[in-house]
Each structure stands twice: as C-alpha cells, then as structure tokens.
C-alpha cells in the first residue's frame, strides 16, 4: 500500500516561510494529483492548494499570493511552500493524492499523517 508521507513543519515567527513535502512511498506507477489541506483546532478540515500532473494549480482564497504548490513527478512528491506566514495559518496540514496507479490497482483517497504548522504574532 503507498503511503504519504508529510515533513517540513514547524513553529515560525509572522512573516516567515516553511515547506512542506508529501511523499509517496510504494510501487507507483503515476500520481494524478497532489492536494494539501489543513485543520486548525476546533475547525473544519478545509483545502488549501491543488496541483495535478499537469501543472494546473487551484488555491484557497486565503493563500493566494502567499502559497505555492508544487509536484516533482519524478520523485512522486509534493510540496507546499509557504511565504508571509500569518498566525491564521496555524494548523496542522495534511497532504492528500485522490488517486495512485500501484501495481496492485487504483489506490483512492489517500492521506499522510499531517504536519504541525505553528504560527507566532
């Protein structure tokens, strides 16, 4: 089973930068699509950023201009860099890929352990 696998976190002060990295361990044969979302205490999971294989990018309104998502096929990860961090940003950020091709089948829905994000004014 391929598992994702997130890094990068950590407690920065507003105005500073982290990257995360999400990758995906197993026999992978392609990865459609990489998401990262995040959960603050007492919130509702909600989506942060989206990159297929293509290249095609959606972003949260509340990031845009601040995040930017990326993908290294080659290497089946994915990456989160985030700049001008606010304590809003506070969270844990989780990565998610909808769909692997494995060399047992389609592995649907398929998330990382999470990474603690912590943002101090």
């Known amino acids: 089973q391929v598992q994702l696998v997130e890094s990068g976190g950590g407690l920065v002060q507003a105005g500073g930068s982290l990257r995360l990295s999400c990758v995906a361990s197993?026999?992978?044969?392609?990865?459609?699509?990489i998401d990262w979302y995040r959960q603050a205490p007492g919130k509702q999971r909600e989506l942060v950023a989206q990159?297929?294989?293509?290249?095609?990018?959606v972003y949260a309104d509340s990031v845009k201009g601040r995040f930017t998502i990326s993908i290294d096929i080659t290497k089946n990860t994915g990456y989160l860099q985030m700049n001008d961090l606010k304590p809003e940003d506070t969270a844990v950020y989780y990565c998610n890929a909808p769909l692997i091709a494995t060399n047992k089948g389609i592995q649907s829905d398929s998330w990382g352990q999470g990474t603690q994000v912590t943002v101090s004014s």
């Open positions: 990159i297929n294989r293509g290249g095609s990018t």
């Open positions: 197993g026999r992978i044969f392609s990865i459609n699509a």
